[in-house]
């Protein structure tokens, strides 16, 4: 229908919420065998177009891979192609830490999952915007130019990139800049111009640049489920100066009022960046009105389960307790959660929570007592590294 509709290709990915991961296997396994339904020559069209793409990201986070990581998104590479054999494209992308404090083209990462594609195409995706993200400005034409030309020498066709920005109409003098070189030096390797892009932004966007694709998608802003007929609830990314609210009310009810030693420029450094280690749902009552409440969560991983989704903290509002808000909001993460095919679901409550503990019993959570929690602070930690480094 995509296809259809004129798109020349789309590109499937899960979890939007955490800046998208892989697709499962298992939906790519379904959507093979209608795949294999059309007639032959669609089906060869579409394979042969390139016009079937996935995302190859196996945890939210940074884009700096480790060997173990590496090794992660070759054999999730592996499950994909093999679940869906009709798969013409990839968009992966990994950078490296450089001594100056920034961010540069991992290329021999880059490489190792091209010689994997089986003469599918590469797509180096959003990690690119991280990169240049990390250069101080104003970034000068020849740190651009170098930053192309090692995308260029991963092997990639295409560039989905925003200009470094937010959104693409925000980085379009940036993508005029980087049409402009890559027209010159690399007319193989395209510019898809990518984020907050829908029908209604191109003109903004055309009016400056006219990139080679661009990238057409949906935000988490859909309205959720009513919690009662006149009181409707809507998901969405929370405002940065709502959270150290939330957060206090939160901390106040848990009766630990001064634990609190976050601010919202470090909420805006972690999960407004780049690279968020952290995602936050808001609900909002009225349409997209007042934000009644808050889940913080991020992806973490078991050895026994693989991925993980940790949900740090939820609030509600006192006002919207017991009306279906926590029910409503716990329901999207589990979806989340499901997206990104996470082996548990995992969040903690204090013992004496009783309506809280009774709450999650009733959506059919366990309450695991075997496990005691240890942790450190900011004082035992340092003790701790002074201590060995003294040789204590």
Same mark, same amino acid.
Request: aromatic share 6%; net charge neutral; charged share 15%.
């Given at each position: 229908m995509a296809l259809r509709s004129g798109c020349s290709s789309v590109e499937l990915c899960s979890a939007p919420a955490v800046g998208g991961l892989s697709p499962s296997c298992g939906s790519l396994s379904i959507l093979s065998q209608a795949l294999s339904s059309l007639p032959a020559s669609s089906s060869r069209r579409i394979q042969a177009s390139n016009s079937l793409g996935v995302l190859l990201r196996c945890r939210?986070?940074? *884009?700096?891979?480790?060997?173990?990581?590496?090794?992660?998104?070759?054999?999730?590479?592996?499950?994909?192609?093999?679940?869906?054999?009709?798969?013409?494209? #990839?968009?992966?992308?990994?950078?490296?830490?450089?001594?100056?404090?920034?961010?540069?083209?991992?290329?021999?990462?880059?490489? !190792?999952?091209?010689?994997?594609?089986?003469?599918?195409?590469? !797509? *180096?995706?959003?990690?690119?915007?991280?990169?240049? $993200?990390?250069?101080?400005?104003?970034?000068?034409?020849?740190?651009?130019?170098?930053?192309?030309?090692? #995308?260029?020498? !991963?092997? $990639?066709?295409?560039?989905?990139?925003?200009?470094?920005?937010?959104t693409a109409v925000e980085g379009r003098a940036m993508l005029r800049r980087i049409q402009a070189y890559l027209a010159r030096a690399h007319p193989a390797l395209e510019v898809v111009a990518a984020a907050g892009l829908s029908a209604a932004q191109l003109p903004a966007l055309l009016e400056v640049v006219v990139p080679s694709h661009v990238h057409l998608g949906e935000g988490l802003r859909a309205a959720a489920p009513a919690?009662?007929?006149?009181?409707?609830?809507?998901?969405? =990314?929370? /405002?940065? /100066?709502?959270?150290?609210?939330?957060? =206090?009310?939160?901390?106040e009810y848990e009766k630990e009022p001064d634990a609190v030693n976050t601010s919202v420029p470090v909420f805006l450094r972690d999960g407004y960046g780049d690279s968020p280690i952290f995602y936050c749902l808001a609900l909002?009552?009225?349409?997209?009105? /007042?934000? #009644?409440? !808050?889940? *913080?969560?991020?992806? $973490?991983?078991?050895?026994? /389960?693989?991925?993980l989704l940790y949900l740090e903290d939820l609030y509600i509002a006192p006002e919207f307790r017991g009306r279906g808000a926590g029910k409503a909001i716990m329901l999207a993460l589990a979806k989340i959660a499901r997206e990104i095919d996470a082996g548990r679901f995992v969040w903690q409550a204090f013992d004496w929570n009783t309506p809280a503990i009774d709450f999650y019993k009733s959506i059919g959570a366990s309450v695991v007592t075997e496990w005691v929690d240890c942790r450190m602070g900011r004082e035992q930690i340092a003790a701790f590294v002074e201590g060995h480094v003294n040789g204590e």
């Open positions: 939210g986070g940074g *884009f700096r891979h480790s060997p173990a990581d590496l090794r992660a998104a070759l054999a999730e590479l592996s499950c994909m192609l093999a679940a869906c054999p009709h798969i013409g494209r #990839v968009a992966f992308g990994a950078a490296k830490a450089c001594p100056d404090g920034t961010l540069a083209v991992d290329v021999p990462a880059m490489k !190792t999952v091209a010689r994997s594609l089986s003469g599918r195409a590469l !797509t *180096f995706h959003r990690a690119f915007d991280a990169i240049l $993200a990390s250069l101080p400005p104003p970034v000068s034409p020849g740190r651009l130019h170098a930053l192309l030309d090692s #995308v260029a020498a !991963t092997g $990639a066709t295409r560039l989905l990139t925003s200009g470094g920005c937010g919690v009662t007929p006149d009181d409707p609830l809507g998901f969405g =990314q929370d /405002e940065p /100066e709502l959270d150290g609210r939330k957060i =206090q009310a939160l901390a909002t009552s009225g349409g997209g009105g /007042e934000v #009644v409440g !808050t889940a *913080f969560f991020y992806i $973490a991983y078991s050895t026994w /389960e693989g991925r």
